[in-house]
């Protein structure tokens, strides 16, 4: 309704309610936004279909079986073995590496900004946790390679022989990458959970602890879950880190002294390389690229359970 | 002028029904020691052996003294009502008396508040000590979303209970008058009751830790009529054992369940800041029957300004 429509109105009681011009305004948004949205969705859709045909073509020469049971991956060498489970294997090391730091870390960060800091300290601090968010990766994977490598020869027990590159450092440092993400997610959520609820643990005679670890994060559990599941996410997918730091000897072993390849690892180091289209190299880093969208696929799948499952809604 | 509750007669207990409809005056009514408690004030306000004595109490948020100079002392197994307009410091000096006003960074009590002789305030006193012993309930229901058999369990297991929990949760859901409604859904979510049986839940959660006082504030301002017959005739209940403060914007409830009454005002100083104060305290009878001070009149009968 304009000014001079709310004037008029005074006296005139039978103004009809019908609509007297249409409103182009939000017709254009709506579709803007609804393009918005169908093209993300179709981008993914899109990279997943397009993943398909060369992986398909892979699993015409290779074995389902022997992809991911063998325990030997030499696919650009010229006797070629291709048992994915080396990539695996050292995907997995890595990532526990990484998240063994960063769950912990993350959620203590969270829970003390959210429930413990002053908040002017906290005004301060979390912009600054989130500034490391905004590392390039490939900056610490130097730090890894250049800082975090020969400090650990200097503080392991001389028994072990750390390689140049190898797991460890490049999963301590991606564990470091990641703890922001989590902590300034696990923060959000924490601090979404209504006041009235540690009002309502504090009347009970329940101190700070007990009222951040039994009221406020299970009522932020979806969160918290979500903030670890993007966590993971990240250090599977993470590649700059791992390229640099951790190697690419293919052995399959799950001790992080020595070099790992992750899979991503390998398809980064594969396609940059020279690679006909269509031949078998080609098509491995497609399986291997499947392979690797399943996993995280299936990880989200399984978060997804367990939010429904465990968390408590508060509204 | 006098305000007198008037009780919609069907949302009571039906053992006095007849005198519900008495249509005497509602003065005749309110006046001499007469058993009609749906009509009259509470008996029995002479003051019992102190709980909580006050003085000079004044509470600041950072620079901003909210509330000054609060002298009152608080009778044991009785039911102090707190009215006053929005504003003027109830909610305030309520969270004092179980130092909920600690988790505000900015709050800052002064003055003197005594509880059993015992300094509330003291450097060696634990608030949450305080808080287990002197419990509190919210405006706004705030169960916790969790079962609530767990919102019961909370408080005793944060507290080390070593006992029976299940009769614990039973009884004190009995006592709430609230387990017929919920005990075969203990193990359902708290959240999926009504808002009235969520402010029950609450009631019972504080009571599961067996405070020696119950602090309440507004606590069936988000209630319908039923639901809040069913929490003052709770609240008659729970006096018998517990000393109860109340916060109310509901003059008809401060009179018909309170004991003693507390009127808050703000004033206005000449730099225009609002500073609250306590303008009177007595019997509810007195308060709601004969006040001293012209403002109080003129808010329990409506006059405001
Ligand atoms: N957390 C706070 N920080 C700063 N000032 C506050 C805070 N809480 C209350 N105040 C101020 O203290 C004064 C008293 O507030 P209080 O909530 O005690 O009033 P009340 O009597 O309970 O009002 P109502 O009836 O609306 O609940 C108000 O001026 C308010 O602005
Ligand atoms: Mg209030």
């Given at each position: 309704m304009t000014a001079s429509d709310a004037s008029s109105a005074a006296g005139a009681v039978s103004r009809s309610l019908r609509r007297t011009r249409p409103r182009y305004g939000e017709a254009v948004i709506k579709g803007m936004l609804l393009t918005a949205a169908l093209v993300s969705v179709a981008t993914t859709v899109g990279i997943v279909v397009s993943l398909i045909p060369p992986a398909v073509e892979f699993f015409r020469t290779v074995s389902v079986s022997e992809f991911l049971t063998g325990t030997q991956w030499t696919p650009l060498f010229a006797e070629k073995h291709f048992g994915v489970l080396p990539l695996v294997a050292?995907?997995?090391?890595?990532?526990?590496?990484?998240?063994?730091?960063?769950?912990?870390?993350?959620?203590?960060?969270?829970?003390?900004?959210?429930?413990?800091?002053?908040?002017?300290?906290?005004?301060?601090?979390?912009?600054?946790?989130?500034?490391?968010?905004?590392?390039?990766?490939?900056?610490?994977?130097?730090?890894?390679?250049?800082?975090?490598?020969?400090?650990?020869?200097?503080?392991?027990?001389s028994g072990?022989?750390?390689?140049?590159?190898?797991?460890?450092?490049?999963?301590?440092?991606m564990g470091v990458m990641i703890v922001p993400t989590i902590a300034s997610l696990t923060e959000d959520a924490l601090s979404a959970v209504p006041?009235?609820?540690?009002?309502?643990?504090?009347?009970?005679?329940?101190?700070?602890?007990?009222?951040?670890?039994?009221?406020v994060v299970p009522a932020a559990l979806s969160g918290i879950v979500a903030a670890c599941v993007l966590g993971i996410s990240r250090a599977v997918g993470e590649t700059m880190i791992v390229l640099i730091a951790a190697g690419v000897s293919a052995e399959f072993t799950i001790k992080p002294l020595g070099e790992m390849e992750t899979m991503t690892a390998f398809i980064a180091r594969a396609a940059s390389g020279d690679v006909p289209v269509g031949s078998i190299s080609y098509n491995t880093i497609f399986a291997v690229g499947a392979l690797l969208f399943l996993a995280t696929f299936v990880m989200n799948l399984i978060s997804i359970r367990l939010v429904r499952k465990y968390r408590e809604v508060y509204e | 002028m006098t305000a007198v509750p008037e009780t919609p007669s069907s949302l009571k207990t039906t053992a006095t029904a007849v005198q519900e409809t008495?249509?005497?005056?509602?003065?005749?009514?309110?006046?001499?020691?007469?058993?009609?408690?749906?009509?009259?004030?509470?008996?029995?306000?002479?003051?019992?052996?102190?709980?909580?004595?006050?003085?000079?109490?004044?509470?600041?948020?950072?620079?901003?003294?909210?509330?000054?100079?609060?002298n009152m002392t608080i009778g044991e197994r009785q039911i102090t009502a707190m009215i006053g307009p929005s504003g003027?410091?109830?909610?305030?000096?309520?969270?004092?008396?179980?130092?909920?006003?600690?988790?505000?960074?900015?709050?800052?009590?002064?003055?003197?508040?005594?509880?059993?002789?015992?300094?509330?305030?003291?450097?060696?006193?634990?608030?949450?000590?305080?808080?287990?012993r002197i419990g509190m309930v919210f405006q706004k229901p705030n169960p916790f979303p969790k079962s609530i058999y767990d919102n019961i369990a909370y408080g005793p297991r944060v507290g080390g209970f070593r006992g029976n929990l299940d009769d614990l949760v039973e009884e004190t859901l009995t006592h709430a008058a609230l387990w017929?409604?919920?005990?075969?859904?203990?193990?359902?979510?708290?959240?999926?009751?009504?808002?009235?049986?969520?402010?029950?839940?609450?009631?019972?959660r504080t009571i599961a830790v067996k405070p020696e006082v119950i602090l309440m504030d507004e606590p069936?301002?988000?209630?319908?009529?039923?639901?809040?017959?069913?929490?003052?005739?709770?609240?008659?209940?729970?006096a018998q054992e517990f000393t109860i403060v109340i916060v109310t914007h509901n003059m008809q409830q401060a009179a018909r369940v309170s004991h003693r009454t507390a009127f808050f005002t703000a004033d206005v100083d000449d730099k225009g800041v609002r500073h609250g104060r306590l303008v009177e305290y007595d019997e509810t009878e007195l308060i709601f029957s004969n006040p001293c001070d012209q403002r109080t009149e003129d808010y329990i009968s409506g006059r405001f300004g």
């Open positions: 050292a995907t997995l090391v890595i990532t526990s590496i990484a998240l063994l730091i960063a769950i912990p870390v993350g959620l203590g960060a969270a829970i003390y900004l959210s429930e413990y800091a002053d908040p002017r300290l906290r005004q301060w601090l979390k912009p600054s946790l989130e500034v490391l968010a905004g590392i390039p990766t490939v900056v610490y994977g130097f730090f890894a390679l250049a800082f975090i490598t020969p400090l650990l020869k200097d503080i392991l027990p072990w022989t750390l390689d140049v590159r190898n797991g460890l450092a490049a999963g301590l440092v006041h009235a609820l540690r009002e309502g643990s504090f009347a009970l005679g329940s101190g700070k602890r007990t009222t951040s670890v039994r009221v | 008495d249509m005497t005056s509602p003065s005749d009514a309110a006046t001499g020691g007469t058993k009609t408690p749906q009509v009259s004030f509470r008996e029995a306000p002479a003051l019992t052996s102190p709980v909580f004595e006050v003085g000079g109490l004044s509470v600041f948020y950072g620079d901003h003294e909210a509330v000054r100079d609060v003027c410091g109830k909610s305030t000096v309520l969270r004092c008396f179980n130092r909920m006003n600690d988790l505000i960074p900015t709050a800052r009590v002064a003055g003197k508040i005594h509880y059993h002789d015992e300094d509330l305030y003291g450097r060696d006193v634990d608030p949450i000590e305080v808080r287990r017929d409604e919920v005990k075969d859904k203990l193990k359902t979510s708290a959240l999926a009751l009504s808002g009235g049986q969520q402010q029950r839940l609450c009631i019972a069936c301002s988000a209630l319908d009529p039923i639901a809040t017959a069913k929490i003052e005739d709770l609240m008659e209940h729970l």
